[in-house]
């Protein structure tokens, strides 16, 4: 009966119908969404019980995936467990409305684990549950992308929004990222697009969904320099790569910053087979002392640029080409918003390897007609940028003369990019740039603003009807110019003579560095579960079993193989679409760094991550069975686990025996009961918890599951760094491990001073 109630809630609850556009009225959009629970709420008398007014549906964002959640608690769970949830609730709704934004990621994560509480690991229920509540989510994250527009619309709210810097306003820049990435919700795309590209104006981040690591740059000289960065060759696992360094003005650095942002976040928008792939950002640091390099990486185009491959090629289909530039110019000009490319030419489109044409460098690209409410517009105007003595023989006459449209600088439009696209195509057809044998920039601005035409190039893919084409684009009035939409119809109607035209390629997937588009975080849940303990306790070999590869260095002697903080996401085995991330750290015995060295680095880790409003689910604490007592670097583990964690964060800790074939399983049994008793109870209290770990999947994920319903809780140490500001050395571990060291020191000088006593007098 409960289960019916939860899946007829589930369905009416995603059931909702509105004429109200998030867009355009969000205020009345979202008071007709909690509505909407409300009434499918009160249709349900087995739930009459729990009022859902009190939780502060309005301020609440999953709004929808509270319901359920507080359903599920009251069909199934003790009152006690519903009103711990109601705690959380009445936390997160007196939170201001940006800060509950941005711990968007640790309210979903508590949810999901309600969610799983009193649930089996029946693998086909537990997906079909996944399924109800993601299609819940999808108007959650509608509620949410919409709760973000009402805060545009209002100025003062707009302002304190685009006043995040830092860390909190990277949360933002990567949720406005995620929002974008749910392809249900395209019609958000345009609004959702303006206000990540202001808020990476103002702050000069970029969502850090764009990362990527692991890059080799290869050789020693790029491969190519243009007049706003060099690419060199490069690659990204075993895939080639080209690594755009952009060159950025010392005098002129935020600018630069500002420019790369807006480029980066824009291209990886577009996914379409003939504009170039995007993989993401990359910070070059070539040595200490040397400032890093911001750099774009994309697929390295063994055939290069399409003047360099029709001069190898000479037979190659031309008209076909050009067929493929135009699509990709009216996949950018029909996008929502549309994106003016802004600087269309020979060398910035790229041969793929199966011979099609795509367009690439979004350096200079602007989206038309984007604005924020309040007239802010998100125009990213080129000025000298894109008005120099570089690309002069692809511009549109009006670039010339701005005065006459009543602006003091160029304006692009999508009209200044059907004129460059006509050029291309002579580019084409010529072999080089129209009036390239003009000598000077003036005259090059004469004939441009003096309506003239070059000569006609003899080619046979060159019939009349394209070159009328190229004529219609080169028209001096810019209303007069064909669109990318006409453009393409036109070549699909009058294909060259005696040639057969290439099938346009399908709209790809978008692509990432993997080749398919990473799971939505704003959906999935992520279980994260940091794994501490000594060297050698099993923690690499822990993950490598639970994931079922080699994912990180197992040490078979005393080296310390876990150098640094790893993470590594494994799907969760039960079907539920949950992913795990287990979170490798170092012992505090590293055989290579300090004591202090390595609490340095488990706090910085800590430390961002809480900056990203990432907590953890839980902690696993490793120790070696075949150990008689816990004493010495083992006991020291522990007591610095004990500061790093604090009281509340301690309630998600699981202490995980190891090596339990290389013991006598009585006496195994004996010193697991003597760590109970005599050092993890008064750690942890009655409510430890334990788990043996036996070499296999099975074993590693029942501990996994010990955590993966708890709500996620920050630790004591990245309270002290994060919300308190506290130095390092101020805090509270750091204090134990000084007090450890201290009382070593201690000991050793008693025991120094005792053996010199004995000592025969001379």
């Known amino acids: 009966m409960s289960v019916d109630c939860e899946q007829q809630l589930s369905d009416e609850l995603g059931n909702v119908r509105t004429h109200l556009s998030p867009i355009k009225a969000p205020y009345n959009w979202l008071a007709a969404n909690v509505d909407h629970i409300r009434s499918t709420w009160k249709g349900f008398p087995i739930l009459s019980t729990v009022d859902l007014d009190i939780l502060g549906l309005e301020k609440l964002i999953y709004p929808r995936f509270v319901a359920c959640t507080v359903a599920h608690l009251k069909l199934h769970a003790e009152d006690d467990l519903l009103a711990n949830f109601s705690r959380s609730i009445s936390t997160w709704i007196h939170s201001d409305e940006i800060t509950l934004l941005q711990n968007h990621r640790s309210i979903k994560d508590t949810l999901w684990a309600f969610q799983y509480r009193f649930r089996n690991n029946d693998r086909e229920e537990n997906s079909k549950v996944a399924g109800r509540i993601n299609k819940l989510m999808q108007l959650d994250i509608l509620s949410i992308a919409t709760r973000i527009l009402a805060i545009i619309n209002d100025d003062q709210r707009r302002k304190l929004f685009l006043a995040q810097r830092g860390p909190k306003a990277q949360t933002l820049l990567d949720l406005l990222q995620e929002v974008i990435n749910v392809s249900e919700l395209d019609i958000l795309r345009p609004p959702m697009l303006a206000v990540i590209l202001k808020l990476s104006k103002h702050s000069g981040l970029y969502p850090a969904s764009l990362v990527l690591q692991g890059i080799s740059p290869q050789g020693r000289e790029c491969v190519f320099g243009g007049s706003y960065g060099d690419i060199w060759a490069g690659k990204l696992g075993?895939?080639?790569?080209?690594?755009?360094?952009?060159?950025?003005?010392?005098s002129h650095v935020k600018d630069g910053m500002k420019a790369f942002c807006k480029e980066a976040i824009v291209w990886r928008q577009l996914y379409h087979p003939n504009v170039l792939p995007f993989y993401g950002v990359w910070r070059w640091t070539q040595g200490s002392g040397m400032s890093s390099r911001f750099c774009l990486v994309?697929?390295?185009?063994?055939?290069?640029?399409?003047?360099?491959?029709?001069?190898?090629?000479s037979d190659a289909n031309r008209r076909s080409l050009i067929l493929d530039i135009a699509h990709g110019l009216e996949y950018l000009h029909t996008f929502e918003p549309p994106v003016i490319h802004g600087d269309l030419r020979g060398p910035n489109i790229l041969i793929t390897l199966d011979k099609r044409a795509c367009i690439a460098d979004f350096g200079l690209c602007t989206l038309a007609s984007t604005l924020i409410q309040g007239g802010d517009s998100i125009q990213f105007t080129p000025s000298s940028s894109s008005f120099n003595t570089t690309n002069e023989l692809w511009l549109a006459p009006e670039f010339f003369?701005?005065?006459?449209?009543?602006?003091?600088?160029?304006?692009?439009?999508?009209a200044t990019d059907v004129y460059s696209f006509a050029c291309v195509c002579y580019?084409?057809?010529?072999?080089?740039?129209?009036?390239?044998?003009?000598?000077h920039f003036f005259q090059v601005v004469a004939a441009v603003t003096g309506n003239l035409r070059p000569s006609r190039p003899s080619h046979e893919d060159l019939d009349d009807a394209m070159w009328k084409l190229m004529d219609d684009c080169w028209a001096n009035d810019a209303e007069a110019r064909p669109t990318a939409v006409e453009i393409v119809k036109y070549l699909v109607s009058h294909p060259a003579p005696g040639r057969s035209e290439k099938v346009p390629l399908k709209p790809t997937q978008p692509l990432s560095s993997s080749g398919s588009r990473p799971p939505n975080s704003m959906i999935t849940q992520y279980i994260i579960i940091a794994l501490v303990g000594p060297t050698g306790s099993g923690k690499s070999h822990f993950i490598n079993t639970a994931t079922k590869q080699s994912a990180v260095v197992?040490?078979?002697?005393?080296?310390?193989?876990?150098?640094?903080?790893?993470a590594i996401t494994y799907p969760h085995p039960d079907g539920s679409g949950r992913r795990?991330?287990?979170?490798?750290?170092p012992g505090f015995d590293d055989t290579e760094r300090t004591d202090y060295q390595v609490l340095e680095?488990?706090?910085?880790?800590?430390?961002?991550t809480y900056q990203e409003h990432i907590t953890l689910t839980g902690l696993l604490f490793f120790h070696r069975i075949t150990d008689g007592r816990m004493r010495g670097t083992p006991l020291r583990n522990l007591k610095m686990f004990e500061a790093l964690c604090g009281k509340e964060a301690l309630e998600n800790v699981v202490l995980m025996t190891t090596m339990w074939d290389e013991v006598n399983p009585e006496v195994g049994v004996a010193r697991e009961t003597e760590l109970q008793d005599d050092f993890w109870a008064p750690v942890v209290g009655q409510g430890r918890r334990t788990a043996r770990f036996y070499n296999t999947f099975e074993s590693a994920w029942e501990?996994?599951?010990?955590?993966?319903?708890?709500?996620?809780?920050?630790?004591?140490?990245?309270?002290?760094?994060?919300?308190?500001?506290k130095e390092l050395k101020s805090t509270t571990a750091f204090l134990v491990l000084k007090r450890w060291w201290e009382e070593v020191w201690a000991k050793l000088k008693g025991k120094s001073r005792r053996w010199k006593g004995k000592q025969p007098s001379t």
């Open 238 to 250: 075993e895939t080639a790569v080209a690594i755009k360094v952009t060159r950025v003005n010392p």
């Open 298 to 313: 994309s697929p390295w185009m063994e055939n290069g640029n399409i003047i360099q491959y029709l001069k190898a090629r």
């Open 401 to 414: 003369k701005p005065q006459e449209s009543g602006k003091e600088t160029p304006q692009q439009s999508l």
């Open 427 to 439: 580019e084409i057809f010529a072999g080089h740039a129209r009036f390239s044998d003009l000598r």
């Open 554 to 566: 197992v040490g078979n002697d005393l080296e310390s193989c876990t150098q640094d903080v790893q």
């Open 580 to 585: 795990v991330v287990l979170v490798d750290t």
């Open 601 to 608: 680095l488990i706090a910085n880790w800590m430390k961002e």
């Open 703 to 725: 501990a996994i599951n010990l955590c993966s319903t708890n709500c996620p809780q920050p630790l004591q140490l990245q309270r002290e760094l994060g919300d308190q500001r």
